[in-house]
């Protein structure tokens, strides 16, 4: 076995995701928060030679094929409004500027699509956003090979350390003891354990998988049919081929355990819970124009998620039907859902529209780009995060990232995501949770006191702390390959 070994990270589930949807959720901008560091720290890491991102074999009979940072690069730029492009362009001038202009054409055209019928605007939308990724892809190579040079390169010093090197075209297949990484959605690829049980066999690399949450498996019923049987199918047949399960939650490290014990799955080590960042990218501007159609600044609540029956916002309907019995209709700031419209909510749609959406005391943003986010965060009174089961709750610690504190569920894994300064209730209890909120919308003076406290205590986890735990896992299962 070589001192030195190479981690392939997968990333075939980021590109089928993009094939399908116009913006990243919170998986994909995790997974490239991840990379991002990983990028910057692989030559520091002992005993990594190369970093190799892969896709499923592009080639009957190929297991994997390499990709570049530069592929993924260009698929977010394009998708996720350009998060991931520092914009140097001077704050007095981006108004006019040239960047500007297209990125609100961009945004424009976006909206336009959407408005479409689903089947009609996310067919054109796919169109459009791949012409767009071709032509960056096509500009980007052309500016390679006219900075191609035929110089001659020096030979490295036999004393020289070797770093190692994001390789983009691999000229060899991995070798006995390398690590396959597994950071995103591989559920979305049917027969991904069986790939990944055939990698193993003719590679004997050592998987190293970040799980989410089971919901799936343990909640079926927020889900489709065709979701349970292929999820649970993945986990049965992934689980025990991974040298390291690593887990976002300490919720979700006991329910994958639990779910092991409970199908005599045997696993190769203990799920090891890894600490997760806060927020992504840059601090985004604040724009000093209000978005059209929504409250004014300190007039409403900001429930940032997809609208789906597992994230309850049936409950915060409840919640704000109820607050317009109780209160004059003037002391009840504006709820403003700010997602997607997902997945077994045409109950809540129903009611919404005979409502008139609470005649106007609740709005809905559909699928707000980061710029948009970062407006609606600023202006909100506080935010609201009812789910019923997470994995994590990343917008929970968004809220606290951007200042505005945070009323949330006490279900799961959310009191780790939003810790001592989010403010709980529980979910299956529309008292509880209606006492938590009138209290928080009828004391300003003791909001304003906790929103302060938001934004002198809460301490960010930097993406270093999880990037580190990723590699220092791959390494631990590089370990014990060469030991066993």
């Not at 939003?418 to 299956?428: I, K, Q, S, V």
Request: with cysteine; proline share 8%.
């Amino acid at each position: 076995m070589s001192e030195d070994y190479t981690i392939w990270i997968d990333v075939e589930d980021i590109f089928q995701y993009f094939e399908k949807n116009a913006r990243p959720s919170g998986i994909q901008r995790l997974v490239f928060e991840i990379l991002r560091v990983i990028r910057q720290q692989a030559d520091s890491m002992p005993g990594i030679g190369r970093i190799v991102l892969t896709r499923r074999g592009q080639v009957d009979g190929d297991l994997l094929t390499p990709v570049s940072f530069a592929d993924l690069d260009a698929l977010f730029a394009v998708r996720a409004d350009e998060k991931i492009i520092p914009d140097a362009t001077p704050a007095s001038s981006t108004t006019g500027s040239p960047r500007a202009l297209i990125r609100r054409l961009r945004h424009s055209m976006i909206r336009r699509l959407e408005s479409l019928p689903p089947e009609l605007g996310h067919l054109l939308l796919n169109i459009a956003v791949n012409q767009l990724r071709a032509l960056q892809l096509l500009r980007r190579y052309v500016r390679s090979r006219l900075r191609r040079s035929p110089a001659v390169t020096s030979p490295t010093p036999a004393s020289q350390p070797v770093s190692a090197t994001l390789d983009p075209a691999p000229s060899c297949a991995p070798q006995r003891g390398d690590i396959f990484l597994i950071l995103g959605a591989a559920w979305s690829e049917p027969d991904f354990g069986e790939r990944l049980a055939r990698m193993r066999q003719v590679y004997g690399i050592q998987p190293v998988l970040l799980l989410y949450d089971l919901i799936p498996a343990i909640r079926p019923e927020w889900c489709t049919l065709s979701l349970i049987q292929d999820f649970c199918h993945w986990l049965d047949t992934t689980l025990p081929q991974c040298g390291r399960l690593l887990a976002i939650s300490n919720a979700t490290a006991h329910s994958v355990e639990d779910y092991a014990r409970r199908h005599r799955l045997k696993l190769l080590a203990p799920v090891q819970t890894i600490p997760i960042g806060s927020g992504f990218g840059p601090p985004r501007r604040v724009s000093d124009e209000r978005l059209r159609g929504l409250p004014a600044p300190g007039s409403y609540v900001l429930f940032v998620s997809t609208l789906e029956a597992r994230k309850n916002h049936l409950l915060a309907f409840s919640i704000w039907r109820r607050l317009l019995t109780d209160l004059p209709r003037e002391e009840v700031p504006t709820l403003v859902f700010a997602g997607r419209v997902g997945w077994l909510v045409s109950d809540l749609m129903q009611q919404l529209e005979n409502t008139e959406w609470l005649r106007g005391k609740i709005r809905l943003l559909n699928n707000p780009t980061d710029e948009e986010l970062s407006n609606l965060y600023e202006g909100c009174l506080f935010t609201l995060f009812p789910s019923l089961y997470e994995g994590w709750g990343l917008p929970v610690t968004e809220s606290l990232v951007n200042g505005k504190p945070c009323i949330a569920s006490n279900s799961t894994s959310i009191p780790e995501a939003g810790g001592p300064l989010t403010r709980y209730f529980d979910p299956e209890d529309i008292d509880d949770a209606y006492r938590v909120v009138r209290d928080t919308i009828t004391d300003r003076e003791e909001l304003a006191r906790w929103q302060k406290e938001v934004r002198t205590q809460f301490q960010p986890v930097p993406w270093e702390r999880t990037a580190d735990a990723v590699l220092d896992a791959c390494h631990t299962a590089y370990l014990s390959e060469r030991t066993s």
